[in-house]
């Protein structure tokens, strides 16, 4: 049972990844073009990519992440890779709610802070590639 907690955390994660990139490059995107032109993809991004696809994916991944983590807390605590792991996954989180607010910015019509998008996006990918090192590595990281 907690191998398919596992399986389901790994792919909403996947899911969540894809879609808080996406809704990213899309957010950018929308502040380079003209006005009218702009605000049909940054509600895209932020309706269809964001709300429907980024945040359902997030809290199946978190909840199947704080599921596991319930099952053996003092193991995993004690795992020094994990407090790794745990620091690259908020700063993920964190991107990840700083994209949505863009995102939803833009969609309202203000392109304020939706040129740094891409620039967020790729923190994203760096920190969740950084979590990816942590929890493939694990022990052969920290001796």
Do not use: C, N
């Not at 049972?1 to 389901?8: H, Q």
């Not at 969540?16 to 049909?40: D, N, Q, Y």
């Not at 199946?60 to 690259?88: E, M």
């Amino acid at each position: 049972m907690l191998s398919l907690l596992v399986a389901v955390h790994v792919m909403a994660t996947v899911v969540w990844i894809g879609a808080i990139a996406s809704v990213g490059w899309l957010t950018r995107h929308a502040a380079g073009l003209a006005e009218p032109e702009g605000r049909p993809v940054a509600r895209a991004a932020y309706e269809l990519l964001y709300l429907r696809a980024a945040v359902p994916a997030f809290v199946l991944s978190f909840l199947a992440g704080v599921g596991r983590l319930a099952a053996d807390p003092k193991t995993y605590f004690t795992l020094h890779w994990f407090h790794g792991k745990l620091f690259f996954a908020l700063a993920v989180i964190g991107v990840h709610h700083v994209l949505g607010a863009r995102a939803k910015k833009a969609a309202g019509g203000s392109m304020q802070g939706a040129e740094s998008s891409a620039i967020l996006t790729g923190a994203l990918l760096v920190a969740t590639f950084l979590v990816i090192v942590f929890a493939v590595l694990k022990g052969s990281l920290v001796t």
